[in-house]
């Protein structure tokens, strides 16, 4: 079965650094694109950043650009995503997700362009 698990986050600082992990199983990482998405309280789910097979192509959230960078190591079955800067608008729930297809389009911002989510792991941002 697919399995993906979220790890890394925690509370953090105003300004500080948290970097996530996402381990994959169950399916062939390396052919599939992959996303964060983050959910805070009382707000619906939100497109954070959004990476192609090979690292080739990103995409990011306006308000998570030049502070957050997804990465991915295929040898390893595992995603990131190098959270900078943190702001207390970050603090959220993050989730991962897997696309059963190898690129990036305008669908990659949607939940339900990915097939596959992680339990998700909390971020709490103070001020």
């Known amino acids: 079965q697919v399995q993906l698990v979220e790890s890394g986050g925690g509370l953090v600082q105003a300004g500080g650094s948290l970097r996530l992990s996402c381990a994959a199983s169950?399916?062939?990482?390396?052919?599939?694109?992959m996303g964060w998405f983050r959910q805070a309280p009382g707000q619906e789910r939100e497109f954070v950043a959004a990476?192609?097979?090979?690292?080739?192509?990103?995409d990011y959230a306006d308000s998570v650009k030049g502070r957050f960078t997804i990465s991915r190591d295929n040898t390893k079955n595992a995603g990131y995503l190098q959270m900078n800067s943190l702001k207390p608008e970050d603090t959220a729930v993050y989730y991962c997700?897997?696309?059963?297809?190898?690129?990036?389009?305008?669908?990659?911002?949607?939940?339900?362009?990915?097939?596959?989510w992680g339990q998700g792991t909390q971020v709490t941002v103070s001020s």
């Open positions: 990476i192609s097979w090979n690292g080739g192509s990103t």
């Open positions: 169950g399916l062939t990482f390396r052919s599939y694109a």
């Open positions: 997700a897997v696309r059963l297809n190898a690129y990036l389009n305008g669908g990659s911002r949607t939940e339900g362009w990915y097939g596959y």
